[in-house]
């Protein structure tokens, strides 16, 4: 996001004469505009490689339905026209919108209202339809890459089934990125339904090979099997209890010694990587372009390469899951990875 941030500033400055100011702590700065700070070449240097925003953010302000706690009760205020309001009495035509789904389709409703919104997408999760990449994606796969061939060693030394849970919502790009490129046996995703009893045939029939230790890689948001493998029903699944619930089936079902290992927010931490800071950079500078056309409404994405718009009613109405069908699925079915289906 600091990319994104400094994309827009400079090209603001450099390109077009204008001042850029940063609301703080996404849309709830637009209600509390108290910390908003004009953002200028000089005071945003130094942050390309900063992972996260100097801005700060939130996931819980839906300025048009905010909940907040009166007397013990939750209470729902629709703020969308203070935030307009406040954005008029700041002197701000546009508006640069970062985030993924949620955010962009606050964005959406605000475009509708009148406001002149561009957007620019991002979340690890990879899942928008609307652009090939978001930026954030590249820098969890390299760290959950990187995870995965550091437990490779423990596993194969320790003849251990190794499940590792990354992140990935509702959607297992992140998983079957990773597990690709980190030579996983067994990777699990949303998109695939999965049977515990598949995926202790795939750990048994390399153990037969003489392949002792297994890598399984979870995608957070997996449905689990409705009952486990001695038949119990699966509580509902939480993101970092998935990966726990699938080893103790397996450890039951084969016997073998089980470790789990839940990534977390580690995958969305630390430096970005260079495809991610030039993508983002990309974005940033196409955003500016954009307001500078008066192309209001749009967010910039990737296809083909290159950097392109689309409207924002497009870019929020589809989430982009992995086809089961895809040439993905199909070289790690190829490679000898099994998705726990019986496919
Ligand atoms: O949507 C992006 C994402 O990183 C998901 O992969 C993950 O489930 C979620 O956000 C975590 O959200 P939070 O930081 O609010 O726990």
Redesign the pocket.
């Known amino acids: 996001m600091n990319a994104v941030i400094r994309a827009v500033v400079r090209t603001a400055a450099n390109d077009y004469g204008w001042s850029v100011v940063g609301i703080c702590n996404g849309f709830n700065g637009l209600i509390w505009p108290e910390q908003t700070q004009e953002l200028t070449v000089e005071n945003i240097r130094g942050i390309l490689p900063r992972g996260g925003t100097i801005l700060g953010t939130t996931?819980r302000g839906n300025p048009f339905a905010y909940v907040s706690e009166e007397n013990g009760k939750p209470v729902t205020t629709d703020y969308s026209s203070q935030c307009i309001e406040n954005s008029k009495r700041m002197g701000v035509d546009a508006m640069v919108v970062i985030g993924?789904d949620g955010t962009l389709h606050i964005a959406n409703q605000f475009a509708k209202l009148g406001m002149n919104v561009v957007g620019v997408p991002k979340?690890?999760?990879n899942d928008l339809l609307a652009t090939e990449v978001t930026f954030g994606f590249d820098t969890a796969l390299h760290v959950a890459t990187d995870a995965i061939d550091r437990l490779h060693t423990t596993g194969e030394s320790h003849h251990r089934v190794m499940v590792i849970e990354v992140?990935?919502?509702d959607a297992g790009w992140i998983a079957l990125h990773s597990g690709l490129a980190g030579g996983a046996d067994v990777i699990l995703i949303p998109e695939i339904p999965f049977t515990i009893e598949t995926i202790c045939e795939a750990i048994q029939k390399r153990e037969k090979a003489g392949r002792s230790f297994c890598l399984v890689v979870v995608a957070?948001g997996v449905k689990l099997p409705e009952k486990d493998a001695m038949g119990k029903p699966f509580p509902p699944p939480q993101?970092g209890q998935v990966a726990n619930a699938i080893g103790y089936a397996i450890r039951e079902k084969t016997g073998k010694e089980v470790r789990v290992t839940v990534l977390g927010?580690v995958q969305?931490g630390g430096s970005p990587s260079p495809f991610d800071r030039i993508l983002a950079t990309r974005f940033g500078v196409n955003a500016v372009d954009l307001i500078a056309r008066k192309e209001y409404g749009r967010m910039v994405c990737l296809r083909g390469g290159k950097i392109e718009s689309v409207t924002l009613q497009e870019a929020v109405g589809a989430t982009k899951n992995v086809d089961p069908s895809n040439d993905y699925v199909r070289a790690a079915r190829a490679v000898g990875i099994t998705f726990g289906d019986h496919a």
Request: charged letters at 35%; zero cysteines; glycine letters at 16%.
């Open positions: 996931n993924g979340t690890i999760d992140m990935g919502r957070e993101p927010h969305r």
